[in-house]
């Protein structure tokens, strides 16, 4: 069960395990210095959908089908899933999982959504209300400037500011404690701490202070 150490961290006592993860992206990425980290590349951004919003959805459907089978497990022994992305309605994660049948919670958390996903999971796990999670997101630089800026066919003049939203999907599979595997063994939990950061184009200045050190 976990238990709270000071105020923000809570300790996974059972030290619940990545058991299988993956993570595919798009071609940006694939021309990135990570490109080989990624398990799978596509070479259409859009996936040879009509939408890039639909696009995203297949991106992060192979994303998790990937990490289930790298785990060694099916979608029947997925107790939970717990997804999100940066569109309305997480309309991304939603409409790829939706045919796996397995039961869903949805997490909207912008950037620290991969992060607060696998929280959950692993708190399922580590508290015994479920043996096997999923923790997944993903995003899609097309459907993100549309969602939060302007349709890239508008043809807007970008700010240097302006960050880049990676076009990727990323799934993890989260288990009772297996030998030589990653585990999570806490969970912190921040709080919103605005700084007054009043241009929109500059969301990095915005989220600077999650880098500063949180004390217990």
Same mark, same amino acid.
């Given at each position: 069960m976990p238990v709270k150490i000071g105020k923000y961290t809570l300790k996974l006592q059972s030290n619940p395990s990545v058991i299988g993860f993956a993570g595919v992206g798009g071609i940006t990425e +694939?021309? +990135?210095?990570l490109a080989e980290e990624f398990d799978f590349i596509y070479d259409d951004d859009k996936a040879g959908q009509e939408s890039f919003e639909k696009a995203e959805s297949i991106f992060?459907?192979? @994303?998790?089908?990937?990490a289930v089978s790298k785990a060694g497990k099916s979608k029947s022994d997925i107790d939970f899933i717990f997804a999100g992305d940066l569109l309305? %309605? #997480? =309309? /991304?994660? =939603?409409? /790829?999982?939706?045919?796996?049948n397995i039961p869903y919670v949805g997490v909207y958390g912008a950037c620290s959504t991969m992060a607060l996903t696998l929280a959950l999971a692993s708190l399922f796990v580590d508290s015994g209300a479920a043996g096997c999670t999923v923790a997944s997101t993903s995003s899609h630089f #097309?459907? @993100?400037e549309r969602q939060f800026r302007l349709p890239l066919e508008y043809g807007g003049q970008r700010t240097p500011t @302006? %960050?880049?939203?990676?076009? @990727?999907a990323g799934a993890s599979v989260i288990s009772t404690h297996t030998k030589n595997t990653p585990c999570v063994s806490a969970v912190l939990i921040g709080k919103i701490k605005d700084l007054g950061i009043k241009d929109a184009n500059n969301m990095g200045a915005a989220m600077a202070p999650v880098s500063g050190r949180i004390r217990p």
């Open positions: +694939g021309e +990135g210095p992060h459907k192979e @994303a998790v089908d990937r309305n %309605q #997480c =309309t /991304g994660s =939603t409409f /790829g999982i939706r045919n796996m #097309c459907s @993100a @302006a %960050q880049h939203t990676a076009t @990727a």
